[in-house]
């Protein structure tokens, strides 16, 4: 088994390195061996998949990662930790599976990463730019079949919301564009360095075809970002500016089969594809 970092490695290689974690960047670094094993089980990886971590920070979840995956790519936005952290995989795993990225996963493309092209997102998220970062990797790398992140326990909870939940949102419609999400439980403060106020969440995810093929996403993605702008709103009120007034948008939602008197929260992904799909010219006015 290979050796992962605990509190004392994690103090000792951040002394090392000058290292302070950063609220600019999230950082939260996990000092628990059991809380990464943990993790890596979630998510259910193996032998054939690439995973691709961010914001690997000093290495812990890195660490537990390479014994089982055929590689790792891991996107760190510090420059001082991404040039560590090939050298922390040699002292402890097979850095020959590792291959690092100094950038920002917000603006990182396919081409960016190379082969081996990624299958599995396993990553503990900054939380400042968790939903983002899920759904730019999802849009852009086809190659994700399916994901573990750990994110912020408020975020993981809109995340996975249902239709009809207080909680379901912007985030919970557009990850379900992508993919087929669930809880994968929790994760208390005490297992981080520097300690958050706020306890942590596991949500997992398995890539699915799109709820429609007749409509881009960007189109859908608009309806639902003027859905949910006005929560209390009915959504003939509410996408009245989508729909250039709020006769139209009442028109386009009657054409999707969607009570014009309905509001955001108790729309599925498909019900929000069919009111993009209802109204082509309104929706591309807004891409």
Not at 54 to 80: F, K, N
Not at 112 to 121: F, K, N, S, V, Y
Not at 127 to 149: D, I, K, Q, T
Request: glycine share 8%; proline share 8%; no cysteine.
């Amino acid at each position: 088994m290979v050796s992962l970092l605990g509190p004392a490695e994690i103090r000792e290689l951040a002394a090392r390195l000058g290292v302070t974690p950063t609220k600019k960047f999230g950082q939260n670094f996990v000092h628990d061996p059991n809380t990464v094993r943990r993790i890596v089980a979630a998510a259910g990886v193996g032998a054939d998949d690439v995973a691709l971590e961010v914001g690997p920070g000093l290495g812990s979840l890195t660490l537990a990662l390479l014994p089982v995956v055929g590689h790792v790519h891991a996107i760190e936005i510090d420059p001082v930790l991404a040039g560590a952290l090939p050298e922390t995989a040699a002292r402890y795993a097979d850095a020959a599976k590792l291959t690092v990225h100094s950038a920002d996963a917000l603006r990182i493309t396919a081409a960016d990463l190379g082969e081996p092209a990624p299958t599995a997102l396993v990553a503990n998220l900054p939380y400042n730019v968790a939903v983002p970062v899920v759904l730019h990797l999802l849009a852009e790398l086809p190659s994700l079949r399916r994901g573990l992140v750990m994110v912020q326990k408020e975020v993981a909870d809109r995340l996975v919301a249902a239709p009809g939940s207080k909680i379901y949102g912007v985030p919970s419609v557009k990850l379900a564009w992508y993919a087929s999400s669930r809880s994968a439980g929790k994760v208390p403060p005490s297992v981080f360095w520097p300690v958050p106020n706020v306890d942590s969440g596991l949500v997992a995810f398995t890539r699915r075809e799109p709820p429609r093929a007749d409509v881009p996403r960007k189109a859908v993605f608009a309806v639902v970002d003027a859905a949910f702008a006005q929560r209390r709103k009915t959504l003939r009120a509410a996408l009245a500016g989508w729909a250039g007034g709020a006769d139209r948008a009442a028109e386009a939602l009657v054409a999707a089969g969607v009570d014009p008197g309905a509001r955001g929260e108790s729309l599925t992904v498909e019900q929000f594809a069919a009111i993009a799909a209802s109204a082509p010219q309104a929706a591309t006015g807004n891409q």
